[in-house]
């Protein structure tokens, strides 16, 4: 018998099961973003013009007229958005933002299609076997500022749509040509480089996850810590795609939702402390840390 | 979530709420500009719906071509700056680790290996 099979009978005898729950939470978000992104993404066009199902788009290249906006065309030309809306779009859209108060930043974490393509990057980096970069202390400050740069042109649509890396990386898998803009081109080609070298690097910039992560401390979906249990391990700051320091610091305060936290749970997947981390929905734990064995 | 979070969210959910009628309202006003907004946005979209059926009726193969062409030079320019990158981060990693007493001691054992030859 070998040595592993030895220690499980062995904690089988002391009543302890050996809980294997390592990366079992990301293949679940794996399988919801494969899922949703075929299903709002590419369902919503194929279904929105074979039948009268109308449901939101995320994605910018398949936007039709039978379809609702995407969210970030919706941002910008809103007011556009809402008087071409009718019945069913305006119940969709209300649900949409219903849905922002409710799950917050949960739409970055799993229903994202770019996250799905940078998740795919990376997964492409680790079989490859590179090393990933890590911005330091400095590089953060220059992303946060571009960060509120990009919303700013948003917002107020200053060249954003003609620039958007997205576009020219999502239109291409949907079949579509983006036409040619050589500084599209090249943002895009350095947005993809980024994301290959440094997991969710767009995540750092994206405007949309920034104005979605205002509504993150109000949100129903909260990430709490209980700190008399944690043993200061780190293993939670260390796994963050967002380099949120604050999960790993704060002690007293139970809540450690953060602003640009996106809800991937890989803080909860790293902890290898028994409930010191947990997802909960309106007070409710959903999730745990659990301890492995 | 105690009875003030709860407040919160309504609060903020009021407020953007009338935050967003208010923009309608404004843009309301300014009738001429909505309807040719409104005229616009629908052009846009008869045009992209006429575009997307013009190109499903060629569908030809300089349009696959060009996403093909598009896909790859995206990938080429993200593959080069994802190689300048790892590079530049190699060049920081060494300037950094420099000073580990690691190093230090191989640079010693190097010299010393020197020295016995």
New interface residues.
Partial sequence: MSIKSEAAVTMKKSGITQKIRKNRLQKIRTLVQILVTFIFSYGAFVWGESSNIYVPVFQCSL???KTVSGICKTLT????????MQGSQILYLVLM?LSL?LLGKIWCGFLCPFGLFQDVLTFIRKKWK??P??IGRSGRIIYQLLKWILVLCLLFGIGFCSLCPVK??M??FA????GFNLAG??I??????????KESAFCLICPLGTIMGL?NR???V?IKKRGEGCTHCRACTEVCPMYIDEIYQVRNNPDVTHPDCIYCLKCIDACPEEKVLAVTF??KTIINSKREY | ?GRK?IR??IL??IL?GSL?IA??VV??GNGTS?SN??Q???EE??G??ET?HK?KETSSEA??K???L??V??????????V???IM?KIYLAKKVNAMPVLYLKQKETTFDEHKK
Avoid: Q
Wanted: charged share 10%; glycine share 12%; hydrophobic share 55%.
């Fill in positions: 936007i039709s007229s030309k809103g007011t556009v958005a809402f008087s071409r933002l108060f590179i090393h970069i890590i020219y990386i239109f291409p079949g579509l040509f983006p081109f090249i895009a080609g350095i947005v993809v480089g980024f994301c290959f070298m509504l109000f949100t129903a909260k309106f007070g | 979530m979070g919160k969210i903020v959910g953007l967003w923009s309608f843009s309301a909505n907004n409104v616009n946005a629908l979209s008869a992209k719906t997307n190109s349009d696959s060009e996403v093909i598009s896909l030079a995206i990938a080429g320019v993200g593959g080069a700056v994802a300048l990158l790892s981060y």
